[in-house]
């Protein structure tokens, strides 16, 4: 296969990359340059173009659902994810309910709403759904929770709502979990049973956007090993989004790494071992 590796991105073409891809959530700024050029010029292979300013204009034709969109996109997007990746966030979640049920308080039926941010193919928003699930069959016995998990890539989604995965994925599940939750299709696959499933939502949603998404009030939002896709300019944004959307007194929680680019006048920190989280302010 001939990528033309020759064919590079003008500055001034990689402007316009960066201008479109950022329309979807891609920020360039953390994509080698070689990297992108490469992905780029496989879909400009497969599909007949020669050089960068062909494809990118063609790309600006298509409607933001063609299927050429969702095939880069899931190219240039990273979806490394497993379950039960951090338990010390799992943790803090666990006692944030079971010391601070305010937020099951005033609501008939009591309920519990997450927001998985950044999802990828679903095993954090299944995780979450597992470890809310467990806490609330200790606290009470007719509390509701749901789960909105989002992505930008199409591929990742249809996925996560399989919730079907090889059992070398469940290695970080607790044995007790796994016979809860997950049913065996064969001698290598397992599929999240369906009461579990129906808990949570997927859905298509670009982070850069999500101030005005229709998601509601949150009292737990996870989202971890995002930000570091992102340069620091859109940090104030994502997380101003983040904090729209979180109920007063409710729980976010970062990665680590995102320690020394996080500050909202809304929120206040949680110490928590090995965990960056944090409670919103009640509303004055």
């Not at 490469?38 to 659902?65: C, I, P, W």
């Not at 193919?121 to 699930?133: F, K, Q, R």
């Not at 949570?200 to 737990?220: E, H, T, W, Y």
Request: aromatic share 10%; glycine share 4%.
């Amino acid at each position: 296969m001939n990528l033309n590796p020759q064919t590079k991105i003008s500055a001034e073409n990689y402007l316009k990359w960066t201008e479109i891809l950022e329309e979807f959530g891609i920020c360039t700024d953390t994509i080698p340059r070689s990297l992108l050029e490469t992905r780029l010029r496989m879909r400009m292979n497969a599909l007949g173009f020669e050089n960068f300013y062909h494809y990118h204009d063609y790309l600006k034709t298509l409607g933001r659902d063609n299927l050429e969109w969702r095939v880069l996109i899931d190219n240039l997007t990273v979806q490394e994810t497993r379950f039960f990746r951090h338990p010390e966030s799992l943790s803090l979640i666990e006692k944030f309910l079971h010391s601070n049920q305010q937020p099951l308080h005033g609501k008939t039926p009591p309920s519990i709403h997450a927001w998985s941010v950044a999802c990828a193919t679903g095993e954090e928003a299944y995780s979450l759904a597992m470890v809310i699930n467990k806490s609330l069959q200790k606290i009470t016995s007719n509390a509701f929770f749901g789960i909105t998990a989002t992505d930008i890539s199409h591929s990742a989604l249809t996925t996560a709502k399989r919730g079907i995965y090889h059992r070398n994925k469940l290695t970080n599940i607790p044995y007790h979990l796994r016979d809860e939750y997950f049913i065996p299709l064969n001698d290598d696959n397992y599929q999240i049973k369906l009461a579990l499933r129906n808990r949570v939502c997927f859905s298509k949603l670009n982070v850069l956007q999500a101030r005005n998404a229709p998601l509601g009030q949150m009292d737990i939002i996870v989202c971890q090993n995002l930000l570091i896709y992102f340069g620091p300019d859109k940090h104030p944004l994502i997380l101003d989004a983040l904090v729209t959307h979180l109920a007063p007194g409710g729980l976010l929680i970062l990665s680590i790494s995102d320690a020394f680019n996080c500050s909202h006048p809304a929120l206040e920190r949680i110490n928590h071992e090995d965990t960056l989280a944090y409670r919103r302010k009640a509303d004055l």
